[in-house]
């Protein structure tokens, strides 16, 4: 069988590309990858005290580095970090060689799963105003996805279900 070009999942912390890539993944039978764990794995210390130890350009260093080295395979599915996308070298090779699906959701939804959870150092510290404009300026640039799925009225499955269509449909 022809390889099929890499499904790559976009979008803000908290739009589930990590547990939606997981089922994804087992679904179709092809390999999963997690760019934040990679990080982590190579590095040995969570993504929060990466940011604490050694700052952010450091980490988005490593990011792009690994981000680069997975998106460079044939079928699979990765998940990208929240500000993968945004990084133009990225940008451009999920553009060239993946399908690239935007997991997007209300504003509303995505601060609230930031405020409840404890991992994302980006924004600690943040006002929801600032998170907003952070998530507005962000919006423009996932805009340029392959694909935008609008997730607020979809259960997980019907995502994952939509994704596996566009994939399966798609000659590649
Ligand atoms: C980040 C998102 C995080 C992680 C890091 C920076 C971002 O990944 O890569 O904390 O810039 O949005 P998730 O989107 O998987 O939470």
Do not use: H
Not at 28 to 38: A, E, G, M, Q, S
Not at 105 to 115: A, H, M, S, V
């Amino acid at each position: 069988m022809k390889s099929k070009k890499n499904i790559v999942l976009i979008g803000m912390m908290g739009s589930g590309k990590s547990s939606i890539g997981k089922i994804l993944s087992k679904k179709l039978n092809i390999n999963f990858v997690d760019i934040d764990r990679k990080i982590e794995e190579v590095e040995t210390i969570n993504i929060s005290d990466i940011f604490k130890k050694y700052g952010e350009e450091y980490f988005r260093n490593i990011e792009e580095k690994l981000s680069l080295k997975y998106l460079n395979s044939d079928s699979s599915v990765i998940s990208l970090g929240g500000g993968g996308f945004i990084n133009p070298s990225i940008r451009k090779f999920c553009k060239k060689r993946c399908l690239s699906f935007w997991l997007n959701w209300k504003n509303e939804t995505i601060i609230k799963r930031i405020f409840r959870s404890k991992k994302r150092p980006l924004v600690m510290g943040l006002s929801e105003n600032q998170i907003n404009n952070l998530i507005r300026e962000r919006s423009k640039i996932y805009e340029l996805s392959d694909y935008k799925i609008n997730c607020d009225k979809l259960d997980k499955a019907q995502i994952i279900n939509k994704i596996i269509d566009i994939y399966e449909n798609k000659k590649n």
